[in-house]
């Protein structure tokens, strides 16, 4: 008898979920936010100002008061925690889609993200409101590697962290410089 026998392990480990909540302020509406969002263009100046070369706008369309967006952002392996490099070597690159929607003045949307290689996922949700347009992100982040799996996405909660408000931060920078688009 094997000690996997012996314990009555089944071979399999179940992955507990790491749940984040993180909310960003705007010092602009919700509305304009929308039309910032609306805009192509602030997706790729985005990206560029947030990855560099190592982002790509893979999809970006607008259907009324639904945007959907789906890109690639990558970390190089260079800038990663060794727990992570320890695992997967080489760049991350990690696929994101989500799906906006504009109604009642609110922004609402869900996210995936996942991680190319390794069996990780984000999933999430955001809402954005007010006058002075403040959003909430919600969701979990999920890392099915045993013994190391929850290490990492405490990891990954704080980057996540990091990423939304640099995104805001960007987000800020971009509606002052392009004040006429909407």
Known sequence: MN???FVGWSGTVTAMATRFEHSVDYPFSTARLWELFSVEN???????EINGDYGVLEEFTRAGDTVTVAMTQSIPEAKLPSIITTVRRGDL?????FTLKYAGGNISGDTKASVSGVSA????????????AS???RGEIKVSIPFV????ERIVKNELVDLFNSERDETISWESRNRSQG
């Open 42 to 48: 602030y997706w790729i100046d985005l990206l560029k």
């Open 121 to 132: 996922g984000i999933t999430g949700s955001q809402i954005s409101s007010g006058d002075k």
């Open 93 to 97: 690159k990690i696929p994101r889609r």
């Open 149 to 152: 799996g929850g290490k990492i």
């Open 135 to 137: 959003t909430l992100y």
């Open 3 to 5: 000690f996997a026998d």
